[in-house]
């Protein structure tokens, strides 16, 4: 089952990412939430035609992957790894949508095309955004945030206790996995009558498990709160950081900057 | 059928976010106040489980291809439908920023159309009825069968409304829906076969397991479907008037089907018939459409003005694509001069560890095995990148002084059982 394994190893490559320490880890998590709200709400307002407008909106998160020190390739080789769902719906609208809407030169483009290319750059701008985010804060932190903006706190432990565990029952399937893919020869064995027996071993197993942490939570005296090593307060760089990304994503909804320096330099200023 | 940021327009994606996050707040209240705390690390085991299940493949007979399991069924089935809801909603968080499965904006349309339609309609109005308390076989896997069919069918349709709702894709409703519905029925089946294998499995080994998930179907009527129809209703209204900048996907897309004539050509009669379904099902008629020609006043006037139909409302032209090519480049300078800044800042002292940005993050967890990782980090106490460090002195910003202590105690510690991990969160 390597691809059981590849994919939790990937998974805690990302978690990692998050125990950096540049200035835009050390950012309260809340002022990251925010601003990249923001950003997704704008990216996917625009025309379903618009293409070139979306290409400025790039430089969120490139600059922060620069800055929060991540490694590009990792992230951009996962976001090329595009929801196939995307693509699947997507691929349907040059061929439904066929009236051409754009002329360049002997070039005719369908508006199909158009909001095909808008659907990828949307999906790339908005996954790409979402990985940042985490790699930037990290998971216990985005929680926390979110809690400390509205979220209920019974869905907050329930998050931070679902982390807690994705590590340890992943790799508990992923062995399970395994054991069952090197007893049965090929295709053989891994039928659905198998699987529904080892799925329900490894939630009988989950649930004593289950058992195990409330005993040691009652012993412990669990106050239904998760305490963090990292504790960052909203301050003056949380402010600077939302004001500075929000005046900026919102000029780059309003003024189409590609159209702009591209009119500057074909020297046909409006 | 995760619903993606890219096919969502912010109207139908905030609405549906607003509604998830009012079906969240209400289930909270809900599990908040039954007082068995039982539920609370349940909650959070099964959700793992559930992760971890979904990673897990089975071949599907007769077609040789392979499926997962879904899992929100099989959730409401130990949990109940409100517990369940938060642990199905808090997994779908969870891929939404590991796998970006759909992204953050979609995560509403998701937790609605996996979590809400297993949890308080296939369960309580199909499942519970027809397996009632005490089901024999037969009665699990006939329930299993019509509750994941039903589940997963609206789950689909859901997919499909927010789809044309939102107006990027430029698929017909009906043709969306008749590729939809029939690949669901078949993943319907399968989710259901194997949610009654794990159901009759469990059931005979813990049948106490099953005992007190008494919701009856009444009271989800009468408390949490009103409420969040109203909800989506109020918030989808609200969001539309207030933020829709392009909310005319809908319009578009009929006029397409119906106006073009070089598209309807031979299919006259089925596109007529589309349309006219279409028509029937736009069940927003005054929705508010804005004429796309007034957004784009104001200093891009005179360029979109060049004779083109439409060309306003693309502000995509020879400059656009000149334009876009010449900020990515400048996008990609800004990160090469970010990335040169943050590798000086780096080759400071106090931050060397980071003088290799790529590569160390990934040796961690099988060094010190994972068991041992995924404590560590959940504590966020330990050094990120221990190995590098060669002196012993605590890290100046570290809030936990006792850092490098930690690291060593966690590398002699590869073969702790179990539960004695487990314990170790009520510590700190």
Redesign the interface.
């Known amino acids: 089952?390597s691809s059981?394994d590849g994919?939790i190893?990937d998974?805690?490559?990302?978690?990692?990412?998050a125990?950096?320490?540049?200035a835009l880890h050390r950012l309260d998590a809340r002022a990251k939430v925010i601003v990249?709200?923001l950003f997704?709400?704008l990216?996917?307002?625009?025309?379903?035609?618009?293409?070139?407008?979306l290409?400025?909106f790039?430089?969120f998160p490139?600059?922060l992957?620069?800055?929060?020190?991540l490694?590009?390739t990792?992230i951009a080789r996962?976001?090329l790894l595009l929801?196939p769902?995307?693509i699947v719906?997507?691929i349907?609208?040059p061929l439904?949508?066929?009236?051409i809407?754009?002329?360049?030169g002997p070039f005719a483009i369908s508006?199909?095309w158009?909001?095909f290319f808008?659907?990828?750059t949307?999906?790339i701008l908005?996954?790409g955004?979402?990985?940042t985010?985490?790699a930037l804060t990290?998971?216990?932190a985005?929680c926390r945030a979110l809690e400390q903006l509205g979220?209920?706190?019974?869905?907050a432990?329930?998050?931070?206790?679902?982390?807690?565990?994705?590590?340890?029952?992943?790799?508990?399937?992923?062995r399970?996995?395994r054991a069952r893919q090197l007893r049965s020869c090929g295709?053989k064995g891994?039928?659905?009558?198998?699987?529904?027996?080892?799925?329900?071993?490894?939630?009988?197993r989950?649930?004593q498990?289950?058992?195990?942490?409330?005993i040691?939570?009652l012993?412990?005296?669990?106050d239904g709160r998760?305490?963090?090593?990292?504790?960052t307060k909203f301050g003056r760089n949380e402010l600077v950081f939302i004001c500075g990304w929000s005046i900026f994503l919102l000029l780059l909804r309003f003024?189409?900057?590609?159209?702009?320096?591209?009119?500057i330099?074909?020297g046909?200023l409006? | 059928m995760h619903m993606a940021d890219a096919l969502l327009s912010p109207a139908v994606g905030g609405a549906m976010l607003a509604a998830a996050a009012g079906s969240i707040a209400y289930c909270s209240a809900k599990v908040r106040k039954e007082v068995d705390d039982r539920k609370v690390p349940l909650m959070g085991v099964l959700g793992a489980f559930l992760f971890a299940a979904q990673m897990i493949n089975f071949t599907i007979p007769a077609t040789g291809s392979s499926g997962h399991l879904g899992g929100g069924l099989l959730l409401t089935i130990l949990l109940g439908p409100y517990a369940a809801f938060l642990t199905i909603a808090s997994v779908l968080v969870v891929q939404a920023l590991f796998f970006a499965d759909g992204g953050l904006l979609a995560l509403g349309c998701n937790i609605i159309n996996l979590g809400i339609f297993p949890a308080f309609i296939a369960y309580p109005f199909i499942y519970r009825p027809i397996a009632g308390l005490n089901p024999s076989t037969a009665r699990t896997v006939a329930a299993s069968l019509a509750a994941g069919v039903a589940g997963l069918q609206l789950g689909a349709f859901a997919v499909v409304l927010e789809t044309t709702l939102s107006g990027i894709s430029a698929l017909p409703f009906t043709a969306f829906v008749s590729m939809m519905q029939p690949i669901h029925l078949g993943i319907g089946i399968v989710e259901g076969i194997v949610t009654a294998l794990i159901v009759g499995f469990v059931h005979k080994a813990r049948p106490d397991i099953f005992t007190n998930n008494d919701h009856s179907s009444a009271s989800i009527m009468k408390s949490i479907i009103p409420g969040f129809l109203a909800l989506a209703l109020i918030t989808g209204g609200f969001v539309s008037w207030f933020a829709s900048q392009q909310p005319d996907g809908l319009e578009w897309s009929i006029n397409k089907v119906t106006g073009k004539e070089e598209l309807a050509g031979s299919k006259d009669g089925i596109h007529g018939a589309l349309s006219g379904i279409q028509e029937k099902l736009a069940f927003l008629p005054d929705y508010n459409f804005k004429k796309p020609e007034v957004k784009n006043r104001g200093e891009q006037e005179p360029q979109a003005n060049d004779g083109k139909k439409g060309g306003n409302r693309l502000g995509t032209s020879l400059s656009g694509i000149v334009g876009a090519l010449i900020t990515l480049g400048l996008a990609v300078l800004v990160g090469l001069i970010l990335r040169k800044r943050q590798e000086k800042a780096a080759m400071k002292p106090h931050a060397h560890e980071h003088a290799h940005p790529h590569g160390h993050g990934h040796e961690h967890p099988h060094r010190h095995g994972d068991q041992i990782h995924s404590h560590e980090h959940f504590h966020e106490h330990s050094h990120p990148h221990p190995h590098v460090h060669d002196h012993s002195a605590p890290h100046p910003e570290d809030p936990n002084p006792r850092h490098s202590h930690e690291v060593r105690v966690a590398e002699h510690s590869h073969d702790h059982p179990d539960h004695e991990h487990e314990s170790h969160e009520h510590k700190h």
């Open positions: 089952m059981i994919a190893l998974f805690k490559r990302l978690d990692l990412l125990f950096g320490d540049t990249t709200a997704v709400m990216v996917v307002s625009h025309d379903r035609y618009q293409l070139a407008a290409f400025p790039v430089i490139v600059a992957i620069a800055a929060g020190n490694p590009f990792y996962k976001i929801c769902f995307v719906v997507g349907f609208n439904i949508d066929r009236a809407l754009l002329h360049l508006g199909g158009l909001s808008s659907i990828l949307r999906s908005t996954v955004s979402a990985f985010l985490l990290g998971f216990p985005v979220m209920p706190r019974p869905f432990i329930q998050l931070l206790f679902l982390y807690r565990y994705i590590f340890v029952l992943t790799e508990e399937g992923g399970a996995a295709k891994m039928g659905i009558r198998s699987f529904g027996t080892l799925i329900g071993n490894l939630l009988l989950t649930w498990r289950a058992e195990r942490v409330h040691a939570m012993s412990r005296g669990f998760f305490h963090s090593g990292r504790e003024v189409d900057l590609s159209q702009l320096i591209g009119s330099f074909l046909r409006p």
